[in-house]
């Protein structure tokens, strides 16, 4: 069982950036596709971003490509999501998951297609 703990969330003005790490408890993790989910008061848990094994892959959901990078530190056992050019709409819970089959990221947009989650971190942007 991979253990997986968000961290760096917090509270921002709009424009400004913010970066999120998730890190695993095991070395397997290097081996997993690890998306990064997020989900507002309300609403259903939404797909953000995801990252492949080796990080050369990378897809995103079109209302954050180009502001938010997804990177990964095998030797670390971490996934790095930075986050630029935030919006208000951006404030959610931002949950990163492990896909332990490694498929391509954009194969693994529903939270169905993970297996480990971590708790989440909570990221706030004002207008």
């Known amino acids: 069982q991979v253990q997986l703990v968000e961290s760096g969330g917090g509270s921002v003005q709009a424009g400004n950036s913010l970066s999120l790490s998730c890190a695993a408890s095991d070395r397997t993790f290097s081996d997993y596709t690890v998306g990064w989910f997020r989900q507002a008061p309300g609403k259903e848990r939404e797909f953000v971003g995801a990252?492949?094994?080796?990080?050369?892959?990378?897809y995103y959901a079109r209302d954050v490509e180009g502001r938010f990078t997804i990177s990964r530190d095998n030797a670390k056992n971490t996934v790095t999501l930075q986050m630029s050019s935030l919006k208000p709409e951006d404030t959610a819970v931002y949950y990163c998951?492990?896909?332990?089959?490694?498929?391509?990221?954009?194969?693994?947009?529903?939270?169905?297609?993970?297996?480990?989650w971590g708790r989440g971190t909570q990221v706030t942007v004002s207008s």
């Open positions: 998951a492990a896909d332990r089959t490694g498929a391509p990221p954009h194969y693994r947009l529903m939270p169905q297609g993970y297996d480990y």
């Open positions: 990252i492949d094994w080796s990080g050369d892959s990378t």
